[in-house]
């Protein structure tokens, strides 16, 4: 036996190792492990905001809630194989026949079934490549998509020609003659062109300062494609 095909076979049992002690959901835990290496998953290409991705086998890829996201394929080491379902667990896509998720866009959005969330957190879901045969399944790997929040981190603001900075968890403080725009909204989503706001009049927010400043409480609240994901507080005050 050569090196190389040493190699290879080590290689290939520590696959089946971490196949097995990664966390596989619900009856995936019941299917059989690939035991020929042409079955065993490759990778499987996504596509986020109209961008392509590849996930190695039983490696995660971060999504924030809000972004366009599709499991184009699954991809096998043998390619002239073809796996039957690509599930992403945890999701129930309404216009996808169950347990298949292929070229469907999922509504990242919409919180998943967290009971099949394979993380402490709820966070992180498997898509699992699978094929029946007969009365048992063959799973052939799993990725995982981990779905989080986006953040927001500051908002440059000119107010009166003057840069000042918004920040979640301080209260921004205006007065109602103060000139204000928006120069821009610091987050960690991509396209920053994504993002919308708008301002809401809020009741019992900071009572005992709105007293004293003898001013109205309002909300910032910042959106991503009708997802509401981070709210400033301000006080307004001489209206």
Do not use: C
Not at 18 to 46: E, I
């Amino acid at each position: 036996m050569t090196l190389k095909v040493m190699i290879e076979k080590l290689a290939f049992s520590l696959s089946l190792f971490l196949m097995v002690a990664w966390t596989v959901p619900g009856s995936y835990k019941y299917y059989r492990q690939p035991d020929k290496k042409g079955q065993k998953l490759s990778h499987v290409v996504v596509e986020v905001n109209g961008q392509k991705k590849i996930i190695e086998a039983f490696d995660v890829l971060t999504v924030l809630r809000g972004d366009d996201f599709k499991l184009v394929e699954a991809i096998l080491y043998d390619r002239l194989q073809i796996p039957e379902q690509v599930n992403l667990v945890g999701y129930a896509n309404p216009r996808a026949k169950a347990g298949e998720d292929r070229g469907q866009l999922v509504n990242t959005k919409e919180l998943f079934a967290e009971k099949w969330a394979v993380d402490d957190d709820k966070k992180v879901f498997a898509v699992a490549v699978s094929t029946h045969s007969g009365s048992s399944g063959l799973l052939h790997g799993v990725v995982y998509i981990k779905l989080e929040m986006p953040s927001l981190y500051f908002v440059d603001v000119l107010v009166n020609h003057k840069m000042r900075v918004m920040r979640p968890g301080e209260v921004f403080i205006l007065n109602a003659k103060d000139k204000i725009k928006i120069n821009e909204i610091r987050t960690n989503i991509e396209n920053s062109k994504d993002v919308g706001f708008q301002v809401v009049k809020v009741d019992n927010s900071y009572e005992k300062e709105r007293h004293l400043r003898k001013a109205e409480s309002f909300e910032v609240q910042f959106k991503r494609n009708g997802l509401l994901f981070a709210k400033i507080p301000m006080l307004v005050e001489g209206l």
